[in-house]
């Protein structure tokens, strides 16, 4: 089994910048496409943003154009750049398959707060 473990995270004021990781457990990390998500107080986990095994990106539209997705297939980790954040960014931020039917255990996600 795949074991997540997200760090990066904290206090940042608005327009500042983060940069989140994800390590990942296991051999087999290059053969699977990753995604970051993150869940706000009171509201469900949203999918922000994927990368293939190739390296193709999505986002979703509140992100794109300020968060970086990328990958180190040589050291099983997945990251998240985070620019002009704003306070709406603050959540638990997690990795994990974008697939549903294909997710690993939840790691205990990286607390991102957006505040002057």
């Known amino acids: 089994q795949v074991r997540l473990v997200e760090s990066g995270g904290g206090l940042v004021q608005p327009g500042g910048s983060l940069r989140l990781s994800c390590a990942a457990s296991?051999?087999?990390?290059?053969?699977?496409?990753w995604a970051w998500y993150r869940q706000a107080p009171g509201k469900l986990r949203d999918l922000i943003a994927t990368?293939?095994?190739?390296?193709?990106?999505d986002y979703t539209d509140s992100v794109r154009g300020r968060f970086s997705i990328s990958r180190d297939n040589g050291e099983n980790t997945v990251y998240l750049q985070m620019d002009s954040l704003k306070p709406e960014d603050t959540a638990l931020y997690y990795c994990?398959?974008?697939?549903?039917?294909?997710?690993?255990?939840w790691g205990q996600g990286t607390q991102v707060t957006v505040s002057s």
């Open positions: 296991g051999s087999r990390f290059s053969m699977y496409s």
């Open positions: 994990n398959s974008p697939s549903p039917s294909a997710q690993f255990s």
């Open positions: 990368i293939s095994r190739v390296g193709s990106t």
